[in-house]
């Protein structure tokens, strides 16, 4: 076993594998850009070297720095985790001249799985089944289109050398497909370096199960069961489950074999994922192999009893599998959500700022958290916005599901938009639920888990300004003529608070008493008796109790309580302008980014809602439409130039 390794990664997954280190007594170097000098990964590291500035192709993807990083520190081998430099087949032969072992495949395995277009060739002549499709190496956009209407829409367009979804389009009509595929260029060479496409059949109703393969350099291959991974937005997975639901144990090993025969195709070693879709008669197709661990790889190790992490870096020392490495039979079933800062009501646009409170659900023996952020971090922009990753396990699905919805329901984070409402609501659906899985099920469920700009409950409301109230009144000291209980001439010591949230609006006023309080919500008064310290409150209704936590961060009040989560914005009546009123016709960038393409002409008239332009943003792309009918006068930044939050990208006239 190594002595020390240094993790060629950041946040989750390099928290991830630091903790295996730590329990094999192998210590942990961590590598850090100045957007992570004090990231949670290099707290908890025993070492750390800066290699760059923010950036990622100047830091984590520079293996040059990386590299030179791992030998100043002594390490004797390098993890890559996932993502960045984790499948660069130059990375793992540069790591190899260096005298340093990379924990992970050959760089052979990768190189041959690295381009999909050559990776189905391969998969063909060993036999596995493919995806009927065009992975040839002639790319002329006119070829392609030929292709696409030969292979019948609705057609994928999938970047080679891609993956997480980038530079992925499904196209129904043949009009869609130049565009599409130019989005999908664009995109695919930002974040690869490769706009070399591949157009397949886009199976309707299809599942995305992956089986988990591990081999060791002593010519032994396991197949460690499978994962569903069909729960997606935006081609990447939202929710993850071992084993497939409904899987019959002849399918379960013939795919198992198929994964084996794919890996053994390309000499494989270590920990890799073959990944399958399956048509709902449950024919599977190769889809491609991911040839380093996966972010899904949690749920594996709760239904197999293994570190796979362990594995990998015992594998990397020269150890061999043992015979009985996987168990007969799963063990109980086991589910992941991932939590990112994101929000879903705008498309999943992906969010960056700081982490004002993160408490994860209490500590339970079925109950894993494998976080990359603690509470007063920062989401930054220039990485994946991921928050943690909540994992389950039960003795079935239908107790990992009842303790996924209470981990959900238990867990509070306050700070950037988040997706965890969403995931309470996406596991409440009855698809979920009744384990109706496939790649579509989001757009499936789309009117339950993005209900038409519901109003809260009047517990919500009532809630915030209970809360408000206390926090007005231990802002003075006692007897204070300003406090919320102070006096009032002639009349009762009222105050009004006014909450929005969405379209709707709410006032509600909060008159202190003797042991109780005298709320007024829509006309309708109600006594209420409080108790509780900090975030959290018990409010005593006449004829029921209400226990929540509320939370101010700026002028928004997040309230959690009874299982759901409300985000309201406190508004001050003394402000000039109202909160949600017109902006005017502004067109300001979400995020930090860059501007990858206009698709307009200066001067052009359009209608709203027309594409004006693309930004990317955290290694995707964001299209930005027009907010009326009107005309674009002029771009503010040209292709290519970077663009700070807030930025206001055109000059639109209503």
Not at 624 to 629: K, L, S
């Amino acid at each position: 076993m190594f002595d020390k390794i240094l993790i060629a990664n950041r946040g989750e997954i390099a928290c991830r594998i630091m903790a295996t280190a730590r329990r094999l007594g192998v210590a942990a170097v961590a590598v850090y850009s100045d957007a992570d000098t004090g990231a949670r990964h290099v707290r908890l590291a025993d070492a750390a070297r800066r290699i760059g500035p923010a950036p990622a192709r100047d830091s984590y993807l520079r293996a040059d720095a990386l590299i030179e990083a791992a030998l100043a520190s002594g390490a004797q081998a390098v993890h890559p985790g996932y993502g960045f430099l984790s499948e660069n087949a130059a990375f793992a032969e540069a790591c190899e001249r260096a005298g340093l072992v990379f924990i992970g495949p050959p760089a052979g395995a990768i190189r041959a799985m690295g381009s999909k277009s050559a990776a189905k060739s391969l998969m063909e002549k060993a036999g596995v089944p493919l995806t009927p499709g065009y992975h040839g190496d002639d790319q002329d956009p006119g070829l392609l289109a030929r292709e696409a209407a030969r292979i019948g829409y609705p057609v994928l367009i999938k970047a080679s050398a891609g993956g997480g979804g980038k530079g992925m389009r499904r196209v129904d009509r043949a009009g869609d497909f130049d565009a599409a595929l130019a989005a999908c260029k664009r995109e695919a060479a930002a974040a690869f370096g490769d706009d070399r496409m591949l157009v397949e059949r886009y199976v309707l109703r299809p599942r995305h199960i992956e089986i988990q393969v591990f081999g060791d350099s002593h010519g032994n291959m396991v197949h460690l069961f499978e994962r569903d991974c069909s729960v997606q937005r935006r081609h990447q997975k939202v929710l993850e489950e071992a084993p497939a639901p409904g899987m019959a144990t002849g399918r379960r090993e013939a795919m198992g074999r198929a994964a084996i025969d794919a890996a053994r195709a390309v000499g494989y070693v270590g920990a890799g994922t073959v990944e399958f879709i399956v048509d709902p008669d449950g024919t599977f197709y190769f889809m491609e192999m991911n040839t380093r661990l996966q972010v899904e790889h949690p749920v594996t190790e709760m239904i197999t009893g293994l570190d796979l992490v362990e594995w990998q870096l015992r594998v990397a020392s020269g150890e061999a599998l043992p015979p009985d490495l996987r168990p007969p039979a799963p063990r109980g079933h086991a589910l992941e959500a991932r939590l990112y800062a994101e929000d879903p009501e705008q498309g999943f646009l992906p969010a960056a700022g700081r982490l004002r409170h993160f408490a994860p659900p209490p500590a339970a023996p079925w109950l894993r958290l494998d976080a990359g952020v603690d509470e007063g971090d920062t989401i930054t922009p220039h990485y994946d916005p991921m928050i943690a990753k909540l994992i389950v396990h039960g003795a079935d699905r239908r107790e990992a599901l009842a303790r996924m919805r209470q981990a959900l329901s238990a867990c509070r984070i306050v700070g950037p938009p988040t997706n965890l409402a969403f995931l309470s609501r996406l596991v409440a659906t009855p698809s979920f639920d009744q384990a109706d899985l496939d790649t579509g099920l989001i757009e499936r469920e789309h009117d339950r888990l993005f209900a038409p700009d519901a109003a809260p409950p009047r517990e919500a409301w009532l809630l915030a300004a209970l809360a408000e109230m206390r926090h007005v009144a231990g802002a003075a000291p006692p007897g204070s003529p300003w406090r919320a209980d102070g006096w009032r001439l002639n009349t009762d010591a009222a105050t009004v608070f006014v909450f929005s949230c969405g379209g709707h609006r709410c006032e509600v006023s909060v008159t202190p008493g003797p042991g109780t309080m005298t709320a007024v919500l829509d006309g309708s008064a109600v006594s209420v008796g409080l108790r509780g310290e900090g975030p959290r409150l018990e409010a005593a209704l006449p004829d029921r109790m209400l226990r929540a936590e509320v939370y101010r961060d700026g002028a928004r009040r997040f309230v959690y309580g009874e299982g759901t989560a409300w985000t309201l914005a406190l508004v001050d009546p003394l402000l000039a302008w109202e909160q949600g009123a017109d902006t005017g016709a502004a067109l300001t960038a979400p995020m930090p980014g860059r501007m990858a393409a206009h698709l307009v002409a200066p001067g052009a008239r359009v209608a709203a809602g027309t594409p004006l332009l693309v930004l990317e943003a955290m290694k995707m792309e964001h299209t930005i439409g027009a907010p009326t009918d009107g005309r674009v006068k002029a771009f503010r930044f040209a292709v290519g130039d970077s663009v700070n939050d807030g930025d206001e990208l055109v000059d639109f006239e209503p």
